[in-house]
């Protein structure tokens, strides 16, 4: 049986029966049907529902038309959780069933469905604008008592709070499925990457056979592939940062080697620099050497990309208070103390060098968790035209 | 006689690659798609080199490479795993290989570390 629904009230408890019997009769009413009709129907419903509401506080009523043009009746459906110690053979259902020429009780998936149906003489001429009409009465009618009003509050709020949980989780499931797809576009984008790199650098080995415009052309090309490549492996981080699966392989490190190491290769990548490192003696630190020396290049990259060329940049470290601090200082172009709180977090981009200055804003972020995740802290000091210091700070490793 | 290498990598891009790389260096190189068709093909000859992916259509790498050392007809073949996920580091506990090179990866440093095992 469809059943285009005019008035729903859930059953809880004994004022429900109350509001089950007056709605209704207020429906029978509306709909035209004859006083002793409305009370017969309103009897039989509202009966149901006292049973109902003894042995459950979930029962749902509706009650609204059902049936197809010219034969309509005027309905109502009782849907509950089934209840084993509740038959259809309950007294009060065979007294509700002599009330009203149609009653049904069925059992499918669980629940429990109990409809009452009384059909509407043509002469009430019912139709679809009729219904339709009934519907928008019903839904501005004021409640009938207090306690009707408290329970439409009741509903409104706790409909509202579902909807806000749903979205939440919702807004979970689509964060959770974005970072597995960057974590997959970005694993696939980088096998090309592989291959266009690889025959640049065979190129690169071919160059005094060809013309020797070529050759500055392939050092262009290898530079922007590697460019590309570190913002792949960029976005795979951030995603991994967000899932939770940035996973490191700790070891105990000599900071003086590791230092040179890496300043030895960064002076390389950064030839229009001084880069200067200033050694103190040798430390130890717990970490993930990789990941270390990606802060590196991630710090003196920065400090390269805001400086001028031909400028100094320093590298230094010192003891202080049983942790190891790395000093990365330049003579670039600085910025000022709201940018510095900023710098750190997820795609910040000062709004002064987003135009000069490319990038995605993802640097910072990752050298920072990184950093955190060894146990130490980052932050850096500027002055405008004059330089910054990023500062690096990691536990040491005592023997 | 050129030192043999099986290349086991899913991505054509990538097989044809290794192929005209490695043919440039002297060496006979024979590319598998799947690992079904690398057993198939290490059943029938035995390579000086084994170049491979981590992640395949149709198994994982660093299984095969445990099976590879496993095989007593195969266990003195050197193999360079190769993979683009920066967990990388995390996989040289899970498998035999000699090498591991992550992706993308320097061709000179590739060379060199193929030549140090069968230059």
Not at chain 1, 173 to 181: A, Y
């Amino acid at each position: 049986m469809s059943m285009k629904d005019v008035v729903s009230i859930t059953l809880e408890n004994e004022m429900d029966l109350i509001l089950a019997h007056k709605r209704t009769m207020k429906v029978a009413e509306k709909i035209g049907l004859t006083t002793a009709t409305q009370t017969v129907f309103a009897t039989a419903v509202s009966e149901v529902a006292r049973i109902v509401i003894e042995h459950t506080h979930l029962g749902v009523l509706k009650v609204g038309i059902g049936g197809e043009n010219p034969r309509y009746s005027l309905s109502a459906s009782i849907v509950f959780e089934s209840i084993t110690d509740l038959s259809r053979n309950h007294e009060g259902f065979f007294y509700a069933q002599k009330l009203v020429p149609e009653f049904s009780f069925n059992i499918a998936q669980g629940k429990c469905i109990i409809e009452l149906a009384t059909g509407l003489p043509r002469s009430l001429k019912v139709d679809q604008t009729k219904i339709r009409s009934l519907q928008d009465f019903f839904k501005s009618e004021p409640p009938i008592n207090a306690y009707e009003e408290i329970k439409n509050r009741n509903n409104y709020l706790s409909k509202v709070t579902n909807e806000q949980e749903m979205e939440i989780r919702q807004e979970k499931l689509i964060n959770e499925k974005k970072s597995e797809f960057i974590s997959i576009a970005s694993h696939e984008i980088k096998t090309p990457i592989t291959v266009i790199k690889a025959y640049t650098q065979m190129l690169q080995k071919l160059k005094f056979k060809c013309d020797p415009k070529v050759i500055p052309i392939l050092d262009k090309l290898d530079q922007q592939t590697t460019k590309l490549s570190t913002l792949v492996q960029q976005l795979m981080d951030v995603s991994q940062i967000e899932n939770g699966s940035l996973v490191y392989s700790m070891k105990k490190l000599n900071i003086h080697e590791f230092l040179t190491d890496v300043v030895a290769m960064l002076s390389h990548v950064h030839s229009n620099y001084h880069i200067k490192l200033e050694l103190a003696e040798p430390h130890f630190v717990h970490a993930d050497r990789l990941r270390l020396e990606q802060v590196l290049t991630n710090l003196l990259g920065n400090a390269a990309k805001y400086s001028p060329i031909d400028t100094q940049i320093t590298v230094s470290y010192q003891v202080m208070d049983h942790e190891l601090v790395i000093a990365i200082k330049d003579q670039g172009q600085g910025m000022e103390k709201d940018s510095l709180e900023a710098i750190f977090q997820k795609f910040y981009r000062n709004a002064e060098v987003e135009a000069t200055h490319p990038g995605l804003g993802m640097g910072l972020y990752i050298t920072s968790k990184i950093v955190v995740d060894h146990g130490g802290k980052i932050w850096a000091e500027s002055q405008r035209n004059i330089g910054s210091i990023f500062y690096v700070s990691l536990p040491l490793v005592v023997d | 006689m050129k030192k043999h290498v099986f290349v086991l990598e899913d991505d054509d891009g990538l097989r044809e690659l290794f192929t005209l790389l490695l043919e440039a260096e002297s060496f006979k190189v024979d590319t598998f798609p799947t690992v079904e068709s690398f057993r198939i093909g290490l059943a029938q000859q035995q390579p000086d080199l084994i170049i491979m992916d981590v992640m395949l259509p149709d198994g994982n790498g660093l299984e095969v490479s445990i099976a590879i050392r496993a095989d007593q007809r195969t266990s003195g073949i050197p193999i360079i795993m190769m993979s683009a996920h920066r967990n990388f580091n995390q996989d040289k506990g899970n498998s035999p290989a000699e090498e591991f090179i992550a992706k993308p990866f320097d061709v000179d440093y590739l060379l060199e570390r193929i030549n140090h095992y069968i230059g």
